[in-house]
């Protein structure tokens, strides 16, 4: 990305083949399916801005399908795929069979070093930790080590090596204390080997900076305040015997995390749950017994991409700690209330938790005066023409992906924001989030129970009927403000007011993937025959026109569970 771009986490890409074995067909292969659609059965998708066609498939079918959208319309495909499965994407056309070389799309060019947000709760905590073990003795505060004041010396369990979560104790020193809203103190430590002359360079001007962002004096105006405010409560009762108490004190501490020394990418911080808990050798032999984060000191510190070679908090890395720290702050909260409170453990829900954080990031960032994760400081309108920061440009070019298989890819964290991002869009999305973190749903069905929630018992969704609205609002976010109206929103031709929070437009038809020379979401010029329709994804398409933009046909296979979706855009 560029100079100012956000990198997603550093894991190699994941690439969706498709360039696979073409299906061998028969044109007399018989069709289980023959559907005509007229413009009449076409619904209105806005005001103005589209109109839809859905046929899903109940069971495995060859369909053959011919659509006459509303004159003045373009058509647009997705097939979506709402089970847990990869399907084989089937063009049964003779004119497909006939056409030459299998669409392919290239690999864009891994990105150099970047801002890694640490995953959710690193390292993962095993419920039975919890549940099994005996109970040990009920901590009080009197259990504590003596609450810190400026000065104080101690050590943490920091990590060391990230790839091998290794731990190793790291002496700091308390540089400064923060009495903030709602009886909140803040304890912020910087390692001893980073502080002043050493190491990173950390001054108290950092400090005071960070901490200000994070927690500010006697106010309830910051990120602490913000992120709270729409996901809920950091800690609190819980019921487990070896949970440390809320003494409603919280902590940053600033080190090298990792131990590389590396002021242009890797971890930039991360939240352990484990520290919420009890030290012990058997489960938590790490824990620092405090409710706390970890910033790394190098980035912090590095005054790279300010006008003029000096730090100040305005530059591109302490941008990127500031929105981390929201981005680590629901994490911490997503633990104690999906987790502890809730009870809905699941180690497969690392793609919820993490869309989540995204959103956290989304919603503060123009109270904090940055990009955020849309790429786009000015929150009244849409990103500049080719604009490649933030998590949209590869979202926009590889959009097919997965939604919910977490596997750490760049490819992940744009998919995952993209889908938070439209959700937070649509309906109070505030109030959305909160509910999704509260509740005991887990994977997509946490958003559908929100969804029923926040709407009063109107909104009733499926997995299916998510992606379908996600897929139109992504192939119509060029279409702006009152043309497009809710649940197919992305564009909304200003500044959005959710809550006292205020989200920017999105049109995806203005983000460029670095190297790849592709702009706007990727949409392929025919079905890409034998690619993969992954698991909870939409791969988008055109079809060629029968007697005019507003005219396609085609033969192909559906899966159950797969969904093939028409959009005609007012042109």
């Avoid at 790291?170 to 980073?194: E, F, H, I, N, Q």
């Avoid at 023409?385 to 926009?396: E, I, M």
């Avoid at 698991?535 to 093939?564: D, H, K, W």
Wanted: glycine letters at 12%; aromatic letters at 10%.
């Amino acid at each position: 990305m560029g100079a100012r771009g956000r990198i997603m986490a550093a894991a190699a890409l994941a690439a969706l083949s498709l360039a696979a074995c073409r299906r061998t067909t028969d044109a007399a292969l018989p069709v289980d399916r023959v559907i005509a659609v007229a413009a009449g059965d076409f619904s209105a998708a806005g005001a103005s801005g589209a109109s839809v066609y859905t046929h899903a498939a109940a069971v495995a079918e060859y369909l053959e399908i011919s659509l006459v959208a509303p004159a003045g319309t373009a058509l647009r495909f997705f097939i979506s795929n709402a089970t847990g499965a990869d399907f084989t994407v089937s063009d049964l056309s003779a004119d497909a069979r006939s056409a030459g070389a299998i669409p392919s799309r290239a690999l864009p060019p891994p990105p150099g070093p970047g801002a890694v947000r640490g995953l959710p709760g690193a390292p993962p905590l095993d419920p039975g930790a919890l549940t099994e073990r005996p109970a040990s003795r009920e901590l009080t505060g009197a259990d504590l080590p003596p609450a810190p004041y400026g000065g104080t010396p101690r050590s943490f369990w920091m990590v060391s090596d990230w790839d091998q979560q290794a731990y190793a104790l790291t002496p700091a020193t308390c540089r400064l204390t923060v009495a903030g809203a709602d009886d909140r103190t803040l304890y912020v430590y910087v390692a001893d080997a980073d502080w002043d002359v050493q190491g990173a360079g950390i001054t108290q001007a950092m400090v005071d900076a960070l901490a200000g962002r994070f927690l500010a004096p006697g106010a309830d105006d910051d990120i602490r305040g913000w992120v709270s405010g729409i996901f809920g409560a950091e800690w609190g009762t819980t019921g487990y015997s070896n949970a440390i108490p809320f003494t409603k004190e919280l902590y940053i501490v600033l080190g090298d995390i990792d131990g590389d020394q590396a002021p242009n990418g890797g971890i930039v911080g991360y939240f352990s749950s484990e520290n919420n808990f009890e030290n012990d050798a058997e489960d938590f032999p790490h824990s620092n017994e405090r409710i706390m984060f970890f910033v790394d000191s190098y980035m912090y510190a590095n005054p790279a991409g300010g006008a003029n070679g000096l730090w100040e908090d305005d530059d591109f890395w302490p941008e990127e700690v500031y929105a981390t720290l929201a981005h680590e702050f629901q994490h911490m909260i997503h633990f104690y209330n999906k987790d502890v409170l809730a009870g809905a453990w699941s180690r497969a829900d690392t793609w919820l938790d993490e869309m989540c954080s995204a959103a956290a990031e989304d919603f503060v960032a123009d109270r904090l005066g940055i990009m955020g994760p849309r790429g786009w400081e000015d929150v009244a309108t849409v990103a500049a023409q080719d604009t490649v920061d933030g998590r949209l440009p590869l979202f926009a070019y590889w959009p097919e992906y997965s939604l919910t298989r977490w596997v750490g890819s760049y490819e992940n964290y744009s998919q995952v924001y993209a889908f938070g991002a439209w959700l937070a869009r649509n309906g109070d999305g505030h109030l959305l989030f909160g509910e999704i973190v509260r509740n005991d749903g887990v994977g997509i069905q946490a958003v559908i129970d929100a969804l029923e929630t926040v709407s009063g018992g109107t909104r009733l969704e499926t997995a299916a009927s998510l992606l379908a609205q996600w897929g139109v609002a992504c192939l119509a976010s060029s279409v702006p403000g009152p043309a497009m109206t809710e649940p197919f929103r992305y564009n909304t031709g200003g500044a959005l007011d959710a809550g006292s929070y205020r989200l920017g437009p999105i049109d995806l038809g203005r983000y460029k993937e670095t190297g790849t020379g592709s702009t706007g979401l990727y949409v392929w010029a025919g079905l890409p025959d034998g690619g993969t329709s992954p698991a909870m994804s939409n791969i988008y398409f055109t079809l060629p026109p029968v007697s005019g933009a507003n005219t396609a046909s085609a033969r192909l296979l559906l899966e159950a569970g797969q969904a093939l979706t028409a959009v005609a855009i007012q042109q």
